[in-house]
C-alpha cells in the first residue's frame, strides 16, 4: 500500500497536472525573484519598487478570485483553465519581450506583474475545483496536501534556479524560462480527461453568479468555518512570511538567513504535506484540522522567541508543516462540502478571504513590529490567535465542529 500522501498520484488525471504544475511553479518562482531583484536594481534600490511589484502579483487574487469561481462554474473547468494558463504564458512572453528589449521601467514591471497575476487569478479556482474530479473522495486531502507540496517545491526549486540564470544578469533568460514552463501545463491540460460537464441552465449575469456563491459558502456550515478561520489565520498567524527578512535581521543575518529561512520553511511544508493524509487517516479529518489550528500559534510563538538562527530554522520548518496542515485541511473542507455546481465560486470566495485579509494583517503587524520589534509582533500575534480559538472552541463549538464530512445538499437559492 502506498503512502497515502502519493495514492493520488495513481489518477493519471491528476499525475499530469500536478507534475505540469509542479514545472510551471518553479518557472514562477524564478520569475518572482527574478523581477523582484531587477525592480529592486533599476529603481536605484527601494524597496517600495520590490515591494509594490510583489502586492501587484499578490492583489489580483484577493481581487478577482470571485469571478475566476463564477466563470469556472459555468464554463468547462478544464477548458477556462486551458485558456487562462494561455493568458499567463502570454503575459510572461511580453515581460521577456520588454526586458530584451531594454523596456523594463519599474512601474512598466508593476503593471506587468499585475496582469499576470490576474490571469493566474480567475483561473485557480478552476484548478482547484476540478481536484474533486481527478482523485477519490478519501484521496482529495493527499491530492491537496500534494498540490501544497509541488507549490512549496517550487519555492525551493525555483529561486535556485534563477540564481544560476541571474549569475549573469540574465533577466531575459530567467523571465523565457517561465513563459515557456506554462506550455508543460497546456500539454497537460489537452491529455487530461474528465467526465463531461453537465450543461449549465439560465444566463444569470455575473453579479447574481457570484451573490448566489456567496450565499452558498455562507449557508453551508462547514464552507462558512473554513472561510472565518482562514481569514482569522491569514491576519493574525500568515504576515509571518512576510517578515522573514527582518526576522533574519533581528537574529543578526542578512539576506543568507532570510534564504535559510525560507528553505527551511519549504521543506517543512513538504514533510508536512507529505505525513498529512496519514494522519487523517488514523485520527480523522476534523480532528488533524483542529489540531492544527490550535498547534500552529504554539510554534509560532517557540519560532518568535528563538535566539539563534539555527534554533529558529529548526522551528521554522515545524512552522511550515503546522501551516500546511492548516491550509490543506481547511481547503480540503470546502472541496468536500462546496456543492459541486458552486464549488468554483465557494473556493473563490475561500481565496479571497485568504487574499485580502493575508496582505492586511502583513502591513498592520510590519508597522506595529517597526515600534516594539518583530519578535514581540510573532509572538504577540499567535498568542491573539491561540486565545481566540480556545474562546471559539468554548463558546461557538459549533464552528469548528462543522469541519467535519458531510454529503453535498444544494441550498435552495442557489443559481446554476
Not at 504544475?21 to 525573484?33: E, F, H, K, P, R
Not at 487517516?281 to 500552529?296: I, W
Request: aromatic fraction near 6%; include cysteine.
Amino acid at each position: 500500500m502506498p503512502l497515502a500522501s502519493l495514492r493520488p498520484l495513481r489518477s493519471r488525471n491528476f499525475a499530469l497536472l500536478w507534475s505540469s504544475a509542479l514545472i510551471s511553479n518553479v518557472g514562477t518562482w524564478m520569475q518572482t525573484v527574478g523581477l523582484g531583484i531587477l525592480v529592486f536594481s533599476r529603481s536605484g534600490h527601494q524597496a517600495g519598487w520590490t515591494t509594490s511589484v510583489t502586492a501587484a502579483g499578490f492583489l489580483p487574487i484577493g481581487l478577482l478570485a470571485p469571478v475566476g469561481g463564477a466563470m469556472a462554474d459555468r464554463f468547462d473547468r478544464r477548458r477556462w483553465l486551458l485558456v487562462t494558463t494561455m493568458g499567463e504564458m502570454a503575459v510572461a512572453t511580453v515581460l521577456t519581450v520588454l526586458v530584451a528589449t531594454g523596456h523594463d521601467e519599474p512601474g512598466l514591471m508593476v503593471i506587468v506583474a499585475f496582469f499576470g497575476g490576474a490571469a493566474g487569478a480567475i483561473g485557480f479556482p478552476a484548478y482547484q475545483a476540478m481536484v474533486p474530479d481527478m482523485v477519490p473522495k478519501e484521496d482529495l486531502l493527499g491530492a491537496m496536501s500534494l498540490s501544497s507540496a509541488q507549490f512549496n517545491l517550487g519555492r525551493v526549486v525555483g529561486p535556485a534556479a534563477a540564481g544560476l540564470t541571474l549569475i549573469h544578469n540574465d533577466y531575459t533568460l530567467t523571465f523565457a524560462v517561465n513563459a515557456a514552463s506554462f506550455a508543460a501545463v497546456v500539454i497537460a491540460l489537452t491529455l487530461v480527461r474528465l467526465p463531461r460537464p453537465a450543461p449549465v441552465a439560465g444566463n444569470a449575469g455575473m453579479y447574481r453568479r457570484i451573490a448566489a456563491g456567496a450565499r452558498t459558502a455562507m449557508s453551508e456550515p462547514g464552507c462558512r468555518s473554513a472561510i472565518i478561520l482562514i481569514a482569522v489565520v491569514a491576519l493574525l498567524a500568515s504576515p509571518f512570511i512576510a517578515m522573514v527578512p527582518v526576522m533574519s535581521k533581528a537574529l543578526g543575518h542578512g539576506s543568507g538567513g532570510t534564504a535559510l529561512l525560507v528553505t527551511a520553511q519549504g521543506i517543512g511544508a513538504v514533510i508536512g504535506a507529505m505525513v498529512l493524509p496519514s494522519l487523517a487517516e488514523q485520527v480523522g479529518r476534523r480532528t488533524m484540522v483542529r489540531g492544527a489550528l490550535f498547534l500552529l500559534p504554539l510554534l509560532l510563538i517557540n519560532y518568535g522567541l528563538a535566539p539563534t538562527l539555527w534554533w529558529s530554522l529548526v522551528t521554522f520548518l515545524l512552522v511550515g508543516a503546522g501551516y500546511i496542515a492548516v491550509l490543506a485541511g481547511l481547503n480540503t473542507v470546502v472541496q468536500l462540502r462546496a456543492p459541486a455546481a458552486s464549488r468554483g465560486r465557494v473556493l473563490g470566495f475561500y481565496m479571497m478571504a485568504l487574499g485580502i485579509v493575508y496582505p492586511i494583517g502583513a502591513v498592520i503587524q510590519g508597522q506595529i513590529a517597526n515600534h516594539i520589534g518583530v519578535r514581540a509582533v510573532t509572538v504577540g500575534g499567535a498568542a491573539v490567535l491561540l486565545v481566540v480559538l480556545v474562546v471559539v472552541a468554548m463558546s461557538r463549538p459549533q464552528l469548528l465542529g462543522a469541519l467535519g464530512d458531510v454529503p453535498e445538499i444544494v441550498p435552495t437559492d442557489e443559481l446554476p
